[in-house]
């Protein structure tokens, strides 16, 4: 078996998609490869077949390598939520939450139950491409660490790490990150990955043969900025601030983001249509007055959000909103929003309370102990929809009556009475092509109708294409099969 960690000198450096690209590669290469990511961190999730959530992020790699998905690719997933705290999905089931107060030390007992899953994916591969999180110059994390040099080291797994020039000050990130690491953890790592570059390659040779003389590390390559990446579901929260400008020529489609909003991912189907426009509305911005269609996003702690759209008047907005006769989607955690009540007596999202929703669906919610996570498949708006339900909590009203979606024998979802408002637990349903098509029509927007799956399919190809060209892929493979810790 072989391995190959790829760390990053910090957060969004680009690590997931250079996994991603790797896995299809190496898998166009005829090699069984399979991606792991120790801990992620993450309010993105996706579910495996057997009922389990991972990473968002290892979901895509799993496709990229063209292998099913597995909870062992994702051992350990923290969902942030309210009060400083994160539930703790332990091989994708929820075993509790860490917080400030038992972090360290809950990180560093999964330990073994991280090397299991390791071990079990290097039995059925050729090589397993590991994602770190965050950076190993978090050296204030050192202690208990199991996603990074914790990991290497206890797996004894080769590193190479990754910078992104396009931030500024790439040659001082990787030489700054061998100058404050321990010696041992310096020693897993073997060379470097230069992201994200513009320009001309020449201009930067002198930077870096800099970098391999200060660090002693080998360069595996100069990766430039990759246009098929911002045709892959984003995994960071990072990338919201990123969005572009409303263009007042598409039918604009706005999401707040929530200080907790979780799977915003599942929105990327709407910006490849070139009737709408996505704007991700910031904190602190008014929703705009000429927004054809409002979603309200998912939650990892609804009752939170919720008091939090209220203090900064997105609750006002919203009603301005649907009182001009515009339309309202709540996805999950926004779908529960939209209802009169939510209720969480057991204290699953932090104290016990309840809160009152905006009230544009009669329905209400009670938040409980147990999880849905399963596929949801059915019909929904005279269309096929395909996605799945991740959620805690039970809502019930006159409104379910009018459902959004029959999934099987189940409803799911409700439509107001003037059918401006929609609710329901489904996600992923924009990936859907008749679906979206039918979603879009209701605010008179058109469809391109393309297919997202091919989309992303076509995408990873064009990663792996450019990093076949732009990486010593040989050069890393015989850093995996021949390293000796």
């Known amino acids: 078996m072989a391995g190959?960690?790829?760390?990053?000198?910090?957060?969004?450096?680009?690590?997931?998609v250079l996994v991603a690209g790797l896995c299809r590669a190496l898998a166009n290469r005829g090699l069984r490869v399979l991606p792991f990511k120790p801990q992620n961190m993450s309010n993105n999730a996706a579910i495996t077949p057997e009922g389990g959530e991972i990473g968002r992020?290892?979901?895509?790699?799993?496709?990229?390598?063209?292998?099913?998905?597995?909870?062992?690719?994702?051992?350990?997933?923290?969902?942030?939520?309210?009060?400083?705290?994160?539930?703790?999905?332990?091989?994708?089931?929820?075993?509790?939450?860490?917080?400030?107060?038992?972090?360290?030390?809950?990180?560093?007992?999964?330990?073994?139950?991280?090397?299991?899953?390791?071990?079990?994916?290097?039995?059925?591969?050729?090589?397993?491409?590991?994602?770190?999180?965050?950076?190993?110059?978090?050296?204030?994390?050192r202690e208990g660490d199991i996603a990074n040099m914790g990991f290497a080291r206890a797996a004894g797994v080769p590193v190479v790490l990754v910078g992104d020039i396009d931030r500024g000050g790439v040659i001082a990130s990787v030489v700054g990150t061998r100058a404050v690491l321990d010696p041992e953890d310096a020693?897993?790592?073997?060379?470097?990955?230069?992201?994200?570059?513009?320009?001309?390659?020449?201009?930067?040779?002198?930077?870096?043969?800099?970098?391999?003389?200060?660090?002693?590390?080998?360069?595996?390559?100069?990766?430039?900025?990759?246009?098929?990446?911002?045709?892959?579901?984003?995994?960071?929260?990072?990338?919201?601030?990123?969005?572009?400008?409303?263009?007042p020529s598409r039918k604009l489609i706005v999401c707040p983001i929530l200080p907790r909003i979780a799977n915003f991912d599942e929105l990327d189907p709407l910006k490849l249509e070139p009737d709408v426009e996505l704007a991700m509305i910031p904190p602190g911005t008014p929703i705009p007055t000429e927004a054809a269609l409002i979603i309200l996003p998912g939650s990892k702690s609804t009752i939170a959000d919720m008091a939090f759209l209220r203090e900064t008047g997105w609750d006002i907005d919203i009603l301005a909103h649907h009182r001009r006769g515009r339309a309202v989607l709540g996805i999950c955690g926004g779908y529960q929003m939209l209802g009169?009540?939510?209720?969480?007596?057991?204290?699953?999202?932090?104290?016990?309370?309840?809160?009152?929703?905006?009230?544009?669906l009669a329905?209400?919610?009670?938040?409980?102990l147990d999880k849905t996570l399963r596929p949801a498949r059915g019909q929904a708006l005279g269309a096929e929809l395909a996605g799945y339900e991740?959620?805690?909590?039970?809502?019930?009203?006159?409104?379910?009556?009018?459902?959004?979606?029959?999934?099987?024998?189940?409803?799911?979802?409700?439509?107001?009475?003037?059918?401006?408002?929609?609710?329901?637990?489904?996600?992923?349903?924009?990936?859907?092509?008749?679906?979206?098509?039918?979603?879009?029509?209701?605010?008179?927007?058109?469809?391109?109708?393309?297919?997202?799956?091919?989309?992303?399919?076509?995408?990873?190809?064009?990663?792996?294409?450019?990093?076949?060209?732009?990486?010593?892929?040989?050069?890393?493979?015989?850093?995996?099969?021949?390293?000796?810790?």
């Open 187 to 247: 020693a897993m790592i073997r060379g470097f990955i230069i992201n994200k570059f513009r320009g001309d390659p020449a201009l930067f040779a002198d930077g870096y043969a800099a970098i391999a003389a200060r660090s002693g590390w080998r360069g595996f390559g100069l990766v430039p900025w990759l246009a098929a990446a911002a045709r892959l579901p984003s995994e960071d929260a990072v990338v919201l601030e990123k969005t572009r400008a409303p263009s």
């Open 363 to 368: 329905v209400e919610t009670e938040l409980g």
């Open 390 to 485: 991740m959620h805690m909590g039970i809502t019930t009203g006159p409104d379910c009556a009018r459902p959004f979606a029959l999934l099987g024998n189940r409803a799911d979802g409700a439509i107001s009475e003037d059918g401006l408002v929609i609710g329901t637990y489904c996600h992923g349903f924009f990936a859907a092509t008749g679906l979206r098509r039918a979603l879009l029509a209701r605010i008179g927007a058109h469809s391109l109708g393309h297919d997202h799956a091919t989309v992303v399919n076509g995408a990873l190809d064009e990663l792996a294409e450019a990093l076949e060209r732009h990486l010593d892929i040989d050069g890393l493979l015989e850093l995996a099969r021949g390293f000796q810790p």
């Open 340 to 360: 009169t009540r939510i209720a969480d007596p057991l204290g699953i999202e932090g104290e016990p309370g309840e809160i009152a929703g905006l009230g544009l």
């Open 4 to 16: 190959l960690m790829l760390q990053g000198t910090g957060s969004d450096v680009g690590k997931s």
């Open 57 to 141: 992020a290892q979901a895509l790699q799993a496709l990229a390598a063209r292998a099913e998905l597995h909870t062992d690719m994702n051992p350990v997933l923290l969902k942030p939520q309210a009060d400083r705290t994160s539930q703790l999905i332990v091989h994708g089931k929820v075993r509790g939450t860490l917080g400030t107060g038992n972090f360290r030390e809950g990180r560093r007992n999964l330990l073994p139950e991280v090397l299991e899953s390791y071990a079990r994916l290097a039995a059925r591969a050729d090589i397993v491409v590991v994602e770190g999180a965050g950076s190993p110059a978090e050296i204030n994390l």
